[in-house]
């Protein structure tokens, strides 16, 4: 699981996992700095939901958390940034 952040256009982020892409659903954050991630693949139910998602980071930060829903169930994710 990886997340690929786009530091100054924050909606230009991905997580992926293996071969599936999760994209930013807005361009920026919504009010609470939170952004949810959707697959194309809506079908699929599962969705991502970050926190402190800023249009700008400076400096970067160290690591994004936030929470995975699928089937009904939600885990906690924390992405490390590389530096």
């Keep these: 699981m990886q997340l690929k952040l786009a530091n100054g256009f924050i909606g230009g982020s991905e997580i992926h ?8 659903n807005s ?3 919504e009010t609470g ?3 949810l ?8 139910g599962d969705y991502f939901v970050l926190s402190n998602m800023q249009q700008n980071y ?3 930060p ?3 958390s936030g929470k995975y829903h699928k ?3 939600t885990l906690a994710v924390k992405f490390v940034l590389d530096k």
């Design 17 to 24: 996992i293996g071969n599936v892409t999760y994209y930013a």
């Design 27 to 29: 361009g920026r954050p």
């Design 33 to 35: 700095n939170t952004m």
């Design 37 to 44: 991630f959707q697959s194309k693949y809506l079908q699929n």
């Design 58 to 60: 400076s400096p970067m």
């Design 62 to 64: 160290s690591s994004i």
């Design 71 to 73: 089937g009904g169930r």
